[in-house]
């Protein structure tokens, strides 16, 4: 009896340490991210925020992975600027937490918003602008923004521009971009990848990056290499291409028989 009260009690008292422990470094972060002027109603902290779910679950595709038992992130920043990027990466490498950024959270394996040791997720949902320019024929695209934006900004500006991405205007441009791209313009136009000329990227040591001051290597990674193994990817600068005024689309379905 003696035994079993001792391994309850050591049981308990390891519990509430780690439980501390964890408790510790979110506070640590966020003070951290706060001494870096990320506003604390940016910052949505799990167990502690009423919206903390409702945010998390606005981006989850991947119904797989918003259950009870999936591990949620400590806290969630709602970057509205490039300084709250930087803050994040900053903050997270200061105290050994790992960052997942999120863009639309498409996912297959949810790799935007789930992990198996403590993290907090950036959701970049905030950095949506798509800034078409006509007359040279390129846009900047910023990485929370999704595919029906863009082309739905594209064709206000222009009927005969385009840009050669994917069919489902529900996948955001952080990881389509960064994964490659295809689409039904590809025979023509190759992948979304090869239709990218720069970028705004912030690197490990909070860098603001361009295509020049990143490196040709970088920039032929960020572009189908998936965009967190390397930085932060804030926007992309892309070619558009030509299109015609009127498109004719039709449907054919098959069965077995």
């Known amino acids: 009896m003696l035994k079993i009260s001792i391994f309850i009690f050591v049981t308990i008292l390891a519990t509430i340490c780690q439980s501390n422990g964890h408790n510790t470094i979110e506070n640590a972060l966020i003070k951290c991210l706060n001494n870096?002027?990320?506003?604390?109603?940016?910052?949505?902290?799990?167990?502690i925020n009423s919206s903390f779910s409702m945010v998390l679950q606005s981006y989850i595709r991947n119904l797989r992975f918003n259950t009870?038992?999936?591990?949620?992130?400590?806290?969630?920043?709602?970057a509205t600027n490039v300084s709250h990027i930087q803050a994040s990466i900053l903050c997270a490498k200061e105290y050994g937490i790992q960052i997942k950024v999120r863009s639309g959270g498409h996912d297959f394996e949810g790799l935007s918003y789930v992990s198996i040791v403590p993290f907090f997720v950036v959701d970049m949902f905030n950095l949506r602008s798509v800034d078409v320019d006509v007359e040279n024929e390129t846009a900047w695209v910023q990485a929370?923004?999704?595919?029906?934006?863009?082309?739905?900004?594209?064709?206000?500006?222009?009927?005969?521009?385009?840009?050669p991405a994917g069919v489902c205007p529900t996948v955001g441009v952080g990881g389509h971009f960064t994964g490659g791209g295809y689409g039904n313009?590809?025979?023509?136009?190759?992948?979304?990848?090869?239709?990218?000329?720069?970028?705004?990227?912030?690197?490990v040591n909070g860098r603001i990056l361009d295509r020049k001051s990143m490196g040709e290597d970088l920039f032929w990674a960020i572009r189908g290499g998936g965009g967190a193994s390397f930085c932060v990817i804030v926007s992309y600068k892309i070619k558009l291409v030509h299109v015609p005024e009127k498109v004719t689309v039709f449907r054919v379905s098959r069965t077995l028989d």
């Open 68 to 78: 009870s038992t999936t591990r949620k992130p400590l806290f969630i920043v709602t």
């Open 36 to 47: 870096h002027q990320v506003p604390s109603s940016l910052i949505f902290e799990r167990g």
């Open 185 to 203: 313009m590809m025979r023509k136009y190759g992948l979304l990848s090869d239709n990218i000329i720069d970028a705004i990227i912030v690197d």
């Open 144 to 163: 929370g923004a999704i595919l029906g934006e863009v082309y739905y900004k594209i064709g206000n500006k222009s009927k005969t521009l385009g840009f």
